[in-house]
Every structure is written in C-alpha cells, then in structure tokens.
C-alpha cells in the first residue's frame, strides 16, 4: 500500500490564519496610521483622509484582482495624500513610517498556533516547505517570521508585495 505522502516533495504554508491567529483591531490601525502622517506634519482630518483612503484602496483591490499582480500599501497612502493635494512617494520616509505604525497594531495581535513549532518541526524533517504570503506590506510578513522563529523551516519564502 502507498504512504498518502508519496510523490509528495514539498509542503505550501499560508501565514495569517494558517500559522498565526489575528485579531484585527482596525479603528487602532487607523489611529496610528493617521497620527503618524499628522506629526510628520500632514495637515489633514482624519474623516478626509479616511475617505479619500477607502476610495484609493478600492481601486486598488480592483487592479489588484484585474491584473493579478500586488500593489503595495505604501503606494496606497502615498496615493490618498497625493489625491488630498500633498506632495508624497510611496518611499518618502514618512510614508513607510505612517504604514508602519498602521501595521504595529497588526504584528502585536498575531498569535502563533500552538501546534506550529512540532507541526513545521516534522514536516520539515519529511518535505521542503514554502512559504507563500499574499501581503501588501512585506516588511510585516518578515517581523512575524522573526518575531516566532519560523523562517529556518523554509526552503523558500515568497511575499505577494516582493514578487509583484
């Protein structure tokens, strides 16, 4: 009789919801994104912004979905500031340091499933395992992979933002 495992070389993991638990707590998410870009010294209300964002972000799912292809969050709130007339790249500091205090919140909550470490453990004495995350944000996905050890169980780590 055949193992369910022959043929099989290597394993595929997801992160958020697959290795790691997240409670979202959008309204902080928004807090923090929004007072970082007003002490970098972005005039704005936080409704404006809100809005403007939503709208933004739409189109890009939308792109996103059509083309296949990821779309970064810092292009995202460079794009909303740009539209609310400021001058704003997707690499200008305060931008990345906006989207990371938006993310913080995010990184704090996740919690890794108790069974992951022994899981991951075996099947990488078995199989090559890969990691692959759809995440606008790759810096975030790297955090929690340092942040619960797990990057030595991977043969190959692909983030959606880093491959496009």
């Not at 005039?43 to 739409?58: A, N, P």
């Not at 919140?105 to 075996?122: G, I, N």
């Not at 990691?131 to 955090?143: D, E, G, T």
């Amino acid at each position: 009789m055949a193992s369910w495992a022959s043929g099989i070389e290597a394993v595929l993991f997801d992160l958020v919801g697959t290795l790691v638990s997240v409670v979202d707590r959008p309204e902080l998410e928004w807090k923090r994104l929004y007072e970082s870009l007003v002490s970098d010294g972005f005039r704005l209300s936080f409704q404006s912004f809100q809005d403007v964002y939503v709208k933004v972000h739409h189109a890009y799912l939308e792109l996103r979905l059509r083309e296949q292809r990821e779309i970064g969050t810092t292009i995202w709130v460079a794009d909303t500031l740009r539209a609310l007339g400021f001058k704003a790249e997707p690499n200008d500091e305060a931008v990345i340091r906006a989207v990371e205090a938006f993310y913080e919140p995010f990184l704090e909550a996740m919690q890794l499933y108790p069974c992951v470490d022994r899981t991951l453990s075996k099947l990488a004495a078995r199989f090559k395992l890969g990691l692959v995350i759809n995440f606008s944000y790759a810096p975030v996905a790297r955090k929690a992979l340092a942040r619960f050890r797990l990057e030595p169980y991977f043969h190959t780590v692909v983030i959606s933002e880093e491959v496009g």
